[in-house]
């Protein structure tokens, strides 16, 4: 009798580290949709779509802000990518907190997309699907590669700017669109979104440019994905961002007129 092909503990954490962003997602889900009516009043009166997207953005909320602060730590606050701790070239590091947290991110992204298919389009169209989809990928080849991490986590980081677009939402439904703090918030959107999503995705392209002799050495499926994939994000963030750019404009001025 053959013998069955036996798991790594890499690989161990690997699965468990998506089985617990996956279940991290639906306690989440759960818990929002069990405080909701205590922290707003008018969650019973939301339809079940409504209410279903309400819990939805409570988890990608949740999602986004361990992912920014895990990406915060492991390029700025760990040694890990300091070009004078290790000898390892820069695209080939990774460690055992970073391959558990892209793959908690992977269990995210999968139960992020599997809610978008079977409640399609109510929370996202096709341009959501391919985001989930090149970011799964993405993250899925860097970890089983252990190569080009730094590019993901800079990539990740920028989900630091999904709670502004869920709290806009939130404000919206919650009929607080003409209210001060949505104009706050609006401001605060613009701005993050500047700076994690266009000047950031400037420094990606620039530290691969300077680093493109290390970025070669990546396997070739790899090394292709990160030619292609991240342009094609930063595309979208653009047009997103020309969208929320008329959007503020839009707000502020009913809100002078109103005044």
Known sequence: MADLPSFST???????????????????????GFISPFCFKGYGK?????????????????HAL???????????????FDEDSSNDLIVNRSSIISNMFLGFSIGYF??????????FPALGGLEYVLHHGLSMFSISLSLMSSQGQIYILMVLF??????????RWYLDVAGRKSSTIYIYNGIALFFGW????????????????N???????IFPLGFYSLLTVPPVLGLMNVVWFWKIVKGLIKTISKARHRE
Not at 66 to 80: H, N
Not at 110 to 119: E, G, I, K, Q, T
Not at 158 to 167: A, G, K, L, R
């Open 66 to 80: 361990i992912a920014a602060w895990a990406s915060l730590y492991l390029l700025l606050f760990s040694d890990l």
């Open 194 to 209: 500047l700076i994690a999503r266009i000047f950031l995705f400037i420094y990606f392209f620039a530290h691969m440019f």
């Open 10 to 32: 890499k690989e161990f954490y690997w699965l468990a580290s998506c089985f617990c962003g996956i279940i991290t997602c639906k306690l989440v889900y759960d818990i929002t």
């Open 158 to 167: 920028s989900e630091s700017t999904t709670p502004f677009v869920n709290i």
């Open 211 to 217: 680093h493109f002799d290390e970025v070669k050495k």
């Open 46 to 62: 939301l339809s079940d779509k409504e209410k279903m997207e309400w819990n939805n953005r409570g988890f990608s909320t949740f």
């Open 110 to 119: 999968l139960s992020d997309l599997a809610m978008v298919f079977w409640h």
